[in-house]
C-alpha cells in the first residue's frame, strides 16, 4: 500500500461570534483537509488547523511522504521531523505553549489519520479495531457553551443568539441539550470577571441538577483567583480546567482546592508529563489527538495517564467531521477516557467536508461508524465551496484578539488576567 499522491486542501466556514479569553473567534474557522491516495485506488482522510504556517508545513511534509507504505508510520515520523525540524510558532487556539515536539506532532496527525483510515478500509474493520478494539459503543460529548454575541458585527443575529450572562448561558445549554441530548456540561470561561462566570455555573447547576459541570478559563486566573474560584463552586463542579498558566501554579491550585484539574494548556507534549504528575498538578487531561501526534500516540499517551493515575477527557477546536470519526474511534478504544469529550460540532451547525448520515449524536453521544477506516465519505462537492470560502475569506490563520479588538481597542488577552 504505497502513498502515490497527497492532496492538502484548505477550507474555511462559518463561525459564530464566540467569546474566550484570548478574544472572540472570527466569521470564518480555518481548517485542512488531507486526502491521501494509494497505487491500489485507497483514499484517507485527515484534518488539521488551516493556520498558513502550518499548511505550509503540511504542503512541504505531503511531498516527502510519497513512495512510503501505509503501515511506515515511524519513517513516516522520521521524515516529518526532519522537515518540521524546529518550532513552529504558531499557537492554535488556546493549546498551550508551542514547542519543537508538538510542532512535529502537529503535521504528522492527519498523515497518520488518513494512514490508519486506509488500513481499515483494505482490510475491512473500522479504525477503532486497530486502535486497540471498542471498549464502548458511543463516545459521550459534552455540551460546549461559550459567551457569545448574537452576531458578528455588522451581520443578522445567527440562530444561537446572545449569551451574555447567566440567564443567555442556561438558555444556550437548553438548546444544545435539546438538539444534541447531551448529559454534561462544559463552559468556556475567562471572558468575565470571575464572580459572574461563578454566578453563571450556580445557574447551571441549578437548572440541571445532577448534570456534571466544568468551567475552563483557559488561565486567565491567578493561583489565589483560581482557588477562591473552586472553592466557591464546591459540590458543582465535576472538574476545573486550566484556572491558572503553567504546572507550577496549577499545582499550587490543586494542592488547596476540592475538585480535580484538567489541562489541555499546562501538558500538551510528552515532556511535561513527569512534572505535572510528579507536582500533582493535574487529575484529568483532555487529549487531543491533533497536537499528540495522531491516534497511536494518543493511545500511548492514555497508557500512561493510566500508570499515573490520571483521569481522561479529549480538547477541541473548531472542527469538521473527519476530526469528529477520529476523536469518536479514538476515544471508543481508550478504556480510561471516561469524561465525556469536548466538541465544538454544534457550532459548525451542519457545515461539513463529510456526507451527512456517518456521524449522529444519540443522547449526546456518537456512535462509533461502523463501516471500514473511519467510516465516513468526503463530499467533493461541500470540500470545493468550503476551499472556495477559504480563498475569498482573507483569514489565514485564527487570531481571536485581533479581531476583538477591532471593536474593543482597550482589549488585553493577558493571563492571568483577573
Ligand atoms: O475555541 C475556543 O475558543 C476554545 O477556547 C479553544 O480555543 C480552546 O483551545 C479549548 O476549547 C479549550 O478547551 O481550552
Ligand atoms: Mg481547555
Redesign the pocket.
Known amino acids: 500500500m504505497i502513498i502515490r499522491q497527497i492532496h492538502v486542501t484548505p477550507v474555511a466556514f462559518r463561525d459564530p461570534p464566540?467569546l474566550?479569553?484570548?478574544g472572540v473567534?472570527e466569521p470564518w474557522a480555518l481548517r485542512t483537509i488531507v486526502e491521501v491516495v494509494t497505487d491500489e485506488g485507497l483514499t484517507g482522510l485527515g484534518e488539521t488547523y488551516g493556520d498558513l504556517v502550518h499548511l505550509g508545513k503540511v504542503r512541504e511534509c505531503a511531498q516527502a511522504l510519497i513512495g512510503l507504505d501505509v503501515h511506515a508510520l515511524n519513517t513516516m515520523y522520521a521524515r516529518i521531523s526532519a522537515i518540521v525540524g524546529n518550532v513552529v510558532n504558531d499557537r492554535h487556539?488556546?493549546?498551550g505553549v508551542a514547542n519543537k515536539e508538538k510542532s512535529i506532532d502537529r503535521v504528522f496527525s492527519p498523515f497518520e489519520v488518513a494512514c490508519l483510515d486506509i488500513r481499515g478500509k483494505a482490510t475491512g474493520v473500522p479504525v477503532v479495531d486497530l486502535l486497540g478494539g471498542k471498549v464502548r459503543d458511543a463516545v459521550p460529548y459534552s455540551a460546549?457553551l461559550?459567551y457569545k454575541w448574537a452576531a458578528h458585527p455588522g451581520e443578522d443575529p445567527d440562530r444561537f443568539g446572545a449569551a451574555l450572562d447567566e440567564a443567555g448561558i442556561v438558555e444556550q445549554a437548553r438548546l444544545l441539550i435539546d438538539e444534541y441530548g447531551f448529559e454534561s456540561i462544559k463552559l468556556?470561561g475567562g471572558v468575565y470577571p470571575p464572580d459572574q462566570e461563578i454566578a453563571a455555573i450556580q445557574a447551571l447547576h441549578e437548572a440541571f441538577p445532577g448534570v456534571p459541570l466544568r468551567l475552563?478559563p483557559?488561565a486567565a486566573w491567578t493561583v489565589e483567583t483560581s482557588i477562591r474560584v473552586a472553592h466557591e463552586l464546591d459540590g458543582a463542579l465535576q472538574y476545573l480546567?486550566?484556572p491558572t498558566p503553567e504546572i507550577a501554579g496549577m499545582a499550587q491550585v490543586a494542592a488547596a482546592v476540592p475538585m480535580p484539574l484538567a489541562t489541555?494548556?499546562c501538558v500538551v507534549t510528552p515532556e511535561h508529563l513527569p512534572p505535572a504528575t510528579a507536582s500533582h498538578a493535574i487529575g484529568v487531561l483532555?487529549l487531543d489527538h491533533h497536537y499528540w501526534g495522531g491516534l497511536v500516540r494518543s493511545s500511548h499517551i492514555a497508557a500512561m495517564c493510566d500508570a499515573f493515575g490520571l483521569a481522561m477527557s479529549m480538547?477541541?477546536?473548531?472542527h469538521l467531521g473527519i476530526s469528529l470519526a477520529a476523536m469518536t474511534h479514538l476515544a471508543a478504544a481508550t478504556p480510561n477516557l471516561t469524561f465525556a469529550c469536548?466538541t465544538?460540532t454544534p457550532w459548525q451547525d451542519g457545515q461539513d467536508v463529510v456526507k451527512p448520515g456517518a456521524l449522529t449524536f444519540v443522547n449526546g453521544a456518537v456512535p462509533v461508524p461502523a463501516g471500514p477506516g473511519l467510516g465516513i465519505e468526503l463530499d467533493r462537492d461541500a470540500l470545493a465551496v468550503m476551499n472556495e470560502q477559504y480563498e475569498k475569506c482573507g483569514i489565514v490563520a485564527r487570531d481571536?484578539t485581533t479581531y476583538m479588538q477591532r471593536f474593543n481597542p482597550t482589549f488585553s488577552a493577558r493571563r492571568p488576567r483577573w
Open positions: 464566540l474566550n479569553a484570548a473567534h487556539g488556546l493549546t460546549y461559550f468556556k475552563d483557559n480546567e486550566d489541555n494548556m483532555l480538547h477541541s477546536n473548531s469536548d465544538h481571536d
